[in-house]
């Protein structure tokens, strides 16, 4: 089995390098980049997932992310690692398409974890769940043989994450685009919405974790791994 190719973006080579031995000794190909020139030159080598530091001495991972989630083809899957834990700079990466967001001290071994469960969730999200439709015209949602039971805006909420699996939404997100823009709702009643279509998920025979909470951001529709 071919391993997957992972591209280390980080200017600080004692990082750098232990992250990339301890991808190695997990049986990841890694390769490292610097800067982000050198980054886009190794990018134009096949790679299945981006660790990426938002400092860079010749600009910001931002710049990165936008970048590659603006392709037409099959991108890498992005963790971003950064000194930054604002919550505005979390939510920014995520809403960008990042896929993970993780805050500077960490070990080797939790970011070889967090690349393991990227990784898993892209297999799946490119296999697809072909349990679980939903038909616009038809305004019918179910899960294998047995039809869901939903309401308007649960229909409208499965719809949106089922539109872009493994996107991360946020609930401001949700609220402009199920509801409106400018709906006033509390994060409350969006979790409520969410707990119900898990219930029925589950009801119907399928895992309520197709639903996964990314903590303190919103909502992305997995592939039924724990939420």
């Given at each position: 089995?071919t391993?997957?190719?992972?591209?280390?973006?980080?200017d600080?080579?004692?990082?750098?390098?232990?992250?990339?031995?301890?991808?190695?000794?997990?049986?990841?190909?890694?390769?490292?980049?610097?800067?982000?020139?050198?980054?886009?030159?190794?990018l134009?080598?096949?790679?299945?997932?981006l660790?990426?530091?938002?400092?860079?001495?010749?600009?910001?991972?931002?710049d990165l992310?936008?970048e590659?989630?603006?392709?037409?083809?099959?991108?890498?899957?992005?963790?971003?690692?950064?000194?930054?834990?604002?919550?505005?700079?979390r939510?920014?990466?995520?809403e960008?398409?990042a896929?993970?967001?993780?805050?500077?001290?960490?070990s080797?071994?939790?970011?070889?974890?967090?690349?393991?469960?990227?990784?898993?969730?892209?297999?799946?999200?490119?296999?697809?769940?072909?349990?679980?439709?939903?038909?616009?015209?038809?305004?019918?949602?179910?899960?294998?043989?047995?039809?869901?039971?939903?309401?308007?805006?649960?229909?409208?909420?499965?719809?949106l994450?089922?539109?872009?699996?493994g996107?991360?939404?946020t609930?401001?997100?949700?609220?402009?685009?199920?509801?409106?823009?400018?709906?006033?709702?509390?994060?409350?009643?969006?979790?409520?919405?969410?707990?119900?279509?898990?219930?029925?998920?589950?009801?119907?025979?399928?895992?309520?974790?197709?639903?996964e909470?990314?903590?303190?951001?919103?909502?992305?529709?997995?592939?039924?791994?724990?939420?």
């Open positions: 089995m391993q997957s190719s992972v591209l280390v973006v980080e600080e080579p004692a990082i750098a390098e232990s992250i990339a031995y301890a991808l190695g000794k997990a049986e990841l190909t890694a390769r490292q980049a610097g800067t982000l020139e050198r980054a886009r030159a190794e134009l080598a096949p790679t299945d997932l660790l990426l530091d938002l400092m860079l001495p010749d600009g910001s991972g931002f992310i936008a590659v989630t603006q392709r037409s083809e099959k991108r890498p899957a992005i963790i971003v690692l950064s000194s930054r834990d604002a919550e505005a700079d939510v920014r990466a995520l960008m398409g896929d993970d967001y993780v805050v500077k001290p960490f080797p071994r939790e970011v070889v974890a967090r690349v393991k469960a990227v990784l898993r969730r892209a297999l799946t999200t490119e296999r697809g769940d072909p349990m679980l439709r939903v038909a616009q015209a038809t305004r019918r949602a179910s899960y294998g043989a047995h039809e869901l039971e939903l309401t308007r805006v649960e229909f409208e909420l499965l719809a994450l089922l539109g872009k699996p996107h991360v939404f609930r401001t997100n949700i609220i402009d685009l199920v509801w409106g823009p400018g709906f006033a709702l509390s994060d409350r009643t969006i979790d409520s919405h969410i707990k119900a279509l898990r219930r029925e998920i589950a009801r119907a025979g399928g895992p309520p974790a197709l639903i909470t990314v903590r303190g951001v919103g909502y992305r529709m997995g592939g039924g791994h724990d939420a």
